[in-house]
C-alpha cells in the first residue's frame, strides 16, 4: 500500500489521477470532478455501473461556483440550498442540485443534477483545497461490497489500482454514509438515502422528509 501525503494525493489529481483518502464517513476513491478520464478509472476501479452519478464533496463553500449550475442560487430552490448549507454544512448530507453544464457526464444525471456535500472531515477537505476543486467520494470498495472504515478493511485491488493512499486522520467513523436529499420546494426534501443525518434533525430545520 502507497501512503501519500496530502500534496503528492493534491498533485495526482490535478494530474488526472485517482487516490484514495479518509472522509467523515469512510475511505472514498477520489478522483477531480473535472477529468472525465480519472473519473472512468474509478468506475472501472469500483466495477460501478456508468449510469450512477459519482458523488462529489467540496473543502470550501468557495469551491460552489465550481460545482452549481449558473443562476441556482437566484432561483426558487436558492435561498433552501443555503439554508440546508448552513444549518448542516460541513457535515454528512449530500444535496442533489443542478450542476454546471460542462462537468463531465459521469457526475450527473440525465437531468444534470449531482450529489454534492461539504465534508467536514479534515484530511478530506484539505485535499479538495489543494486539488483546487471538487472531488468524488464513492466509497473505496468494488461496488456490492461493504465500504472500509480502517486502512486495514480496504480492497487490496482497490489500493493497487490508485495512485496511492492518504493515510492522514482523523480514521473515518464509519456507521452510516452521508444522507442524500433533493429540494423539492415548499420546504420539502426528497430522500434519496437516509443516513448519517437523521431525518428528525432536516424536520427541526423546519424540512419535510418526502419519497423522492
Not at 501525503?5 to 472522509?23: F, I, K, M, N, Q
Not at 478522483?31 to 470550501?60: N, S, Y
Not at 460541513?90 to 457526464?105: I, N, Y
Not at 487490496?156 to 429540494?183: E, K, W
Amino acid at each position: 500500500m502507497l501512503h501519500i501525503d496530502l500534496s503528492t494525493a493534491a498533485r495526482a489529481l490535478r494530474a488526472g489521477g485517482c487516490v484514495v483518502y479518509p472522509t467523515e464517513t469512510f475511505f472514498a476513491l477520489g478522483a477531480l470532478a473535472t477529468e472525465a478520464a480519472a473519473l472512468a478509472r474509478v468506475v472501472a476501479i469500483k466495477a460501478r455501473p456508468a449510469t450512477k452519478p459519482l458523488p462529489l464533496l467540496v473543502g470550501e463553500m468557495g469551491q460552489l461556483a465550481g460545482v452549481l449550475r449558473e443562476g441556482f442560487l437566484d432561483g426558487p430552490l436558492g435561498a433552501d440550498f443555503e439554508a440546508l448549507a448552513a444549518r448542516f454544512w460541513p457535515g454528512p448530507l449530500s444535496l442533489v442540485v443542478p450542476c454546471r453544464e460542462d462537468l463531465p457526464v459521469l457526475v450527473k444525471d440525465a437531468r444534470g443534477y449531482v450529489s454534492l456535500r461539504f465534508t467536514p472531515h479534515p484530511a478530506a477537505a484539505a485535499l479538495c483545497r489543494l486539488a483546487g476543486g471538487a472531488v468524488v467520494a464513492t466509497s473505496a470498495n468494488v461496488s456490492g461490497f461493504p465500504p472500509a472504515a480502517t486502512l486495514e478493511t480496504l480492497d487490496p485491488a482497490v489500493v493497487a489500482a490508485a495512485d496511492g493512499v492518504v493515510a492522514a486522520g482523523p480514521a473515518p467513523g464509519g456507521g452510516q454514509a452521508s444522507t442524500v436529499a433533493g429540494l423539492a420546494g415548499g420546504r420539502r426534501l426528497a430522500i434519496f438515502r437516509e443516513g448519517a443525518t437523521p431525518l428528525a434533525a432536516l424536520r427541526a430545520a423546519g424540512y419535510e422528509p418526502c419519497a423522492p
